[in-house]
């Protein structure tokens, strides 16, 4: 499959040039908006997280009451945090831990990094280097 779409970008390129390639990657693949959000499905919050602040060097999550309401109605609603030592890691609401946990590896994974570099300005100009975003050195436990 990754083949594919090199060789579908290459096409484009030698027929086109970069500016075709530039555009066909903005109409077909940019504007296309999966909700990664969604595609992270983590089954073992609590040990994925612990495994997360291990390898890290982090003190051990620990979650934490922050607020509440209507303890004694139908709907209570808890809002949680998962702290890393004084560092808030995630914080959500819900009847449970479970959505400051995920929000927390969803915090960890999902963030944007404020420096963005295309590795297409090598092709421009012969004396400018690529930097690649830093995500994370690990990998995700699924």
């Known amino acids: 499959m990754a083949n594919l779409v090199r060789s579908v970008f290459v096409g484009v390129y030698l027929h086109g040039g970069l500016p075709a390639a530039k555009q066909f990657f903005r109409q077909h ?3 296309r908006k ?12 609590t040990r994925e997280l612990s495994h997360l602040c291990a390898r890290e060097g982090f003190e051990p999550p620990v979650a934490s009451l922050m607020a509440e309401t209507g303890r004694h109605s139908r709907h209570p609603v808890f809002v949680v945090g998962v702290y890393s030592g004084a560092e808030l890691m995630g914080e959500g609401h819900g009847a449970s831990l479970t959505r400051a946990a995920v929000n927390a590896l969803k915090g960890w994974y999902l963030y944007s990094p404020l420096e963005k570099d295309l590795p297409s300005k090598t092709v421009v100009s012969k004396d400018s280097k690529f930097k690649p975003a830093y995500i994370d050195p690990g990998e995700v436990i699924v």
């Open 34 to 45: 999966p909700d990664v959000d969604k595609l992270f499905n983590f089954e073992q919050l």
């Open 29 to 31: 693949i940019v504007s």
